[in-house]
Structures are given as C-alpha cells and as structure tokens.
C-alpha cells in the first residue's frame, strides 16, 4: 500500500524540484495535480481509453505549469501569488466543470481506468505483491528517480537549471536564456505533477471527486524541502510519509474506541518534529521566487 | 491624494474588472448568460436589508483572517497556517463558552482573549522556527494546519463529543454575542471586526512597532543596520497573526454557531489570502476586500437557483480576480523601476 499511496507524492514531488531548482517556487503543485486528475478522467469518459486520458491529463498539467512559468517569468509576478491563484482557479475549475459536464456535484461517474500489471517474476515471490500488480504510474515514479537525478545533476541542461536558480545574472551573462529555461522547468514540472493526479484519478481511483487530491500537492511541497531538493531525499521523504501513514492506519484498526483523527494527525506531526529537531539548517536554491530582469542591479 | 496613493485604490479595482471580465468571458464558453449570473449576484447579497446583514455577517470572519493574512505579509511572512489558528481560537472558545460559568459581559470576552491567545500561540511556532532555523513558515505552517484540521476534529469525536454527532457542547446563552439587527444573524462581532481593522490600521500608520514591521517586509537587511531587531519582528507579527485568526474562529463560534463542529469553516484562514492580496496588506483596504468577496459568496446561492449556474463560479472568479492582482502589482513595479533608473540617470 505504502508504494502506491507514495507515487502521487512523489511525482508532484519531482515536479516542483524542477521548477524550483530553476528558482521559481511551486505553490501550485496542488492546483496543478488537481486540473490534471479532472481532465484525465475527463479524456477517459470521453474517448473510453484511459491512455487517452493520461495524455490529455498530464497535457493539461503542463499546460498550468507553463502558465505559472509565464506569469513568473514573462509578465514577473509574484510566483506565490500566482501559486496561490492557480490553485484556487483549479478548485474553480474543476468543480465548475465537474457540475456542467456530468450535470451533478461531488464525483464522476466511474470510468476506465489504467491497468494493473504484473511483474512477471516478482508475483510468485513471498511478499511479492508489495512489488507487483500496480498501476503503471507506480513503476514509472520510482524509475523516474534516477533518471532526474541523472537529468539534474549530470546533463548539462541540469547544470543548466540548477545554475539559473542559484545565480540567474551569472547564467545570463554565459549566454544561457534564463526565461527559456525556467519556462521548459516550469512545464516540466506540470508534467510531473500532471501525472501525480492521473496516478491518483486513473491510477488508484477511477474516478474524480471534488478536491481529490486534498492537501497531496502541499505534502509533495514538503517533501521537496525535507528532501533538500534532491531526487534521492525526496524519495526517501515520500517513502517516510508513506510508511508513516500505513503504520497510523493500521493503529487506526487496532485502537478502533479511539477517533480516527487522532492517527491521521501522526504523519504530519512526525513531520514536524523531524523538521524542528533532526534536520539541520535548510538552504533553498538562492534565486528562488525571484523573477529575473535582466540588466536589473541586484545582489 | 498623490499618484501612487490613487494607484494603489485603483489597481485593486481594476483588477475585479478584468475578473469579472473574464468570469463573463468563461461563462459564455460553458454556454450560460453572464448579465443574468452577475445580476443575481450582485441582488442576493445587495438586493434586500436582510441580504446585506446575511452577507455583512459572512464578511466577519474574511475581515478578521484578512487582517491575520496582512499582518503576516506586511511583515514578509506567509501565514497559510491561518486555517488551523482559525479552528484552535474557535474550539477553545467553544469549551469556555460552555463549560466556564462567567458574568454575561466578561464571559464573550474572556472567550475571545483565550481563543486569540490560542491562534497566537500556533502562530508563534513557525515564527519561532523560521528565526532559529531558517525554517520556511510556509511548509510548516501548511503541516500544521492539518495537525489542527485532525485534532479538532479528534476532540469533537472524542473528549468534547456532545450528543450523537461530532460537534462539542452548544455554549451558554451568556458566552453569545448579541444580535445587531433583528430577524438576522448578523452579531456584534462585525462590529469587532471593523474596529480591530481600524486599530490596525492606527498601529500601521502612526506608531513605532507598525514602522518596524513594514520596514522588515519591506527589506530585513535594512532594517537590521537601522537597528530593527528582525528577529523579534518575524516572531511579533506571527503571534499578531496568528491571535487575529485564532479571533476569527471565536467570533465565529460565539456570534454564529455557537458551538464547535469540524465544518464550521469552509476555509476562511486560506481565504484570508486572497481578502489580503485584494486589500493590498491595508487593513481598511481588507475590509473592502472581504466584504467583496462575501458579496460574490452570499450572491452565488441565488445564482444557482435563478440563473442555473454551479456555484462553484464563485472560485472561478475569485481566482480571476487574484490572477489579475499579480499582474497589477507587476505593472505598478516597471513603473517604479521606471522612476528610479530616471533619477538615477539624471544624477
């Protein structure tokens, strides 16, 4: 279950370390994860495919996230304003269209939804349903960490990027077009998130419910920064969230007299307390959430 | 009135032009009348005295979760926290008003100081951890807004459970904040509201610690060579924050509801965000914003019910009308960068 419930997570997670790395902070990974759960399903309602509705999901999700790159970087807003605004004009949105299309409030009716797929081998091992049977997303999340890492710290794009979110002027004079670049992270980081909520809407449900994704983009936000921006920290904070989170609901089974509540709250307190005691002062990528204006004096 | 005086009044303005603009735009693309939403808008809560009071009473807890929210970004600091400060204030008001036996004029107000102090003492956390820590008030004030989503709702099930559904002892008719106009529910607790608006704004504009903090907002590295100790700034404003959020939900719980349940809220500490950002950080400025927003809140029932459009249009707009904010804080930052490279190139 941890690996499943971790997926949508992560990969909202490894969406906002690419925007952010660039220096656009990524408030609307919530917003972001929430358009693209409506209109994956949207797609799968439509076309009957659920390939179909990943695709027009995660189209929608980059989409947002270009938006926000263009909003931050092209016309220089307030990126947690428009964060912010994003994220209130997905809840607009979808609840909106979720009334107009399917003509009720609440949810969708059920459609297709991805897959599960067999891992050959691993489904006759002892406790190798922990490991097979998921929906594809599941597999991708994971294989998706090395390969940002591999994209973030070894190509010269991520030189690139992460140049641009530590010292634009600097990036700027050696001839790399900074807007250019914080918008392809910024669409990037749409795409990750995109798949996020497809993970959620077609993956581990098969339908959409109003403000599905409850909190999820925020959670991916944190895991972001108790990772240090880094693919390796982020998996291993969503993997903490996780097993956190298994390990409360199965209190929640045991110690049945006593409110539910008082277990969900273990994941988030937990993660307050490793946040104020055991991890050291955070450094954020020194450019963050300032747009760049170039000939601009600024230290 | 000098121009950046009247730019500031203006752009806001504007701002819920383009918005409703473009919510008229979206409306045609889904195929209803935008003339029709925005009239039953605009009479559900304008169109009779007893509209005004219901949405004069809806604009009560925007006013005070705005001013929480300005405070906060006066000072430079994002306080997303202002939800679960909300439901502290309001759950420790609830307990008082019910189970303390107090005189009826110092009940109300004992109440309302131990839900300020509640909401205050969830906001000194992140204030304190961002100072010691560098830690980012966002993401932790985010964390624990849900911690205190989880453990109100843990006590209205639990220990404050009152009867069979999960909200906690109605409060006692000594702890109510009277009514203002009969036949409404409209309660004194808007009249609070405006008055620590007006307090504020005194605080902003005429003493030392309102100058500290918007020095700090402003730019801390500054302030500390002028000899402001940042530090305590950061951490002051997040209680003042936090206290105003946490007298939100106490006013809300001794005017309105006059008991605790988990949905008493539908979100007001994350609307005080967008009531901020449209008041520009100024208090009176918020309390035009908030009344703003009640009025396309308390008009949506109506729009429903005559010009059959969702009332989820309402966050359309309202987010609209945000997108537009941003970009008029962009437009008013190229002209000031306009006047400075002037004089500079002059001098």
């Known amino acids: ?299 | 009135m000098d121009k950046s005086r009247l730019r500031s009044f203006l752009a806001p303005i504007a701002s819920i032009f383009f918005g409703l603009a473009v919510g008229a735009v979206f409306l045609l693309i889904t195929g209803k009348n935008p003339i029709d939403t925005y009239f039953w808008m605009f009479y559900g809560a304008w169109g009779s005295p007893k509209f005004v009071a219901e949405m004069l009473t809806r604009s009560t807890p925007l006013i005070l979760t705005g001013l929480a929210l300005a405070v906060g970004f006066k000072a430079g600091v994002f306080n997303i926290g202002a939800e679960g400060q909300l439901l502290f204030g309001g759950i420790v008001s609830a307990y008082i008003g019910a189970y303390w036996h107090l005189p009826v004029f110092l009940h109300p107000v004992i109440a309302i100081i131990a839900g300020s102090l509640a909401g205050a003492s969830l906001g000194f956390i992140p204030g304190w951890l961002k100072v010691k820590k560098g830690l980012n008030e966002v993401v932790i004030t985010i964390l624990m807004n849900y911690l205190a989503i989880y453990f109100t709702n843990y006590l209205v099930r639990g220990p404050l459970k009152y009867g069979y559904l999960p909200r906690t002892k109605p409060i006692l008719d000594t702890a109510k904040l009277p009514i203002i106009v009969n036949g409404t529910r409209l309660h004194l607790g808007f009249i609070l509201a405006l008055i620590i608006a007006f307090v504020l704004y005194f605080i902003f504009e005429r003493t030392v610690w309102g100058y500290s903090i918007k020095a700090v907002g402003f730019n801390p590295h500054a302030s500390r060579y002028g000899g402001i100790d940042v530090n305590k700034v950061i951490v002051f404003s997040m209680l003042l924050s936090g206290g105003l959020a946490g007298m939100a939900g106490s006013i809300e719980i001794l005017g309105l509801h006059h008991r605790f349940y988990g949905q008493f809220s539908p979100g007001y500490g994350f609307d005080g965000i967008m009531v901020a950002l449209i008041g520009r950080n100024n208090p009176i400025g918020v309390v035009f914003a908030a009344i703003l927003l009640a009025t396309i809140r308390t008009g949506s029932g109506l729009v429903q019910l005559r010009a059959g459009v969702s009332k989820e249009i309402v966050w359309v707009i309202q987010a609209l009308i945000i997108l537009f904010v941003a970009v008029s804080y962009i437009y008013e930052r190229f002209f000031r960068f306009g006047k400075i490279n002037l004089q500079k190139g002059e001098g």
């Open chain 1, 1 to 299: 279950m941890t690996l499943i419930k971790t997926t949508p997570i992560l990969l909202a997670s490894l969406g906002g370390l690419h925007s952010e790395r660039s220096g656009v902070a990524n408030i609307a990974l919530e917003g972001i994860m929430l358009i693209s759960s409506f209109f994956a399903v949207v797609g799968s309602y439509f076309t009957g495919n659920p390939w179909m509705g990943l695709l027009i999901g995660v189209g929608s999700g980059a989409l947002t996230g270009l938006f926000l790159g263009f909003m931050a970087e092209k016309l220089k807003g307030d990126q947690i304003v428009i964060g912010v605004a994003i994220n209130i004009l997905a809840l607009g949105v979808t609840g909106y269209l979720l009334e107009t299309i399917f003509g009720h409030p609440g949810n969708t009716p059920p459609v297709p939804k991805l897959p599960e797929i067999d891992i050959p081998f691993f489904d006759r091992l002892p406790f190798g349903y922990v490991f097979s049977g998921h929906h594809p997303l599941v597999y991708l999340s994971y294989a998706l960490v090395p390969v940002v890492y591999i994209e973030i710290f070894k190509t010269p794009w991520g030189l690139r990027l992460r140049s641009i979110g530590e010292k634009p002027v600097v990036a700027d004079t050696l001839g790399i077009n900074v807007e250019r670049v914080r918008l392809i992270s910024t669409t990037l980081s749409g795409v990750f998130a995109g798949l996020g909520g497809v993970a959620l809407s077609l993956g581990e449900l098969s339908l959409f419910a109003e403000r599905m994704t409850a909190g999820r983009g925020y959670l991916a936000l944190a895991a972001l920064i108790f990772g240090k921006w880094t693919p390796t920290g982020v998996l291993l904070t969503t993997l903490f969230f996780g097993f956190v989170d298994a390990w409360q609901e199965g209190l929640q089974g045991i110690f049945i007299d006593i409110p539910s509540e008082f277990f969900t709250m273990f994941p988030y307190l937990f993660s307050l307390i490793v946040l104020a005691v055991f991890v050291g002062k955070i450094r954020p990528p020194a450019a963050i959430g300032k747009p760049y204006v170039k000939g601009e004096r600024k230290l």
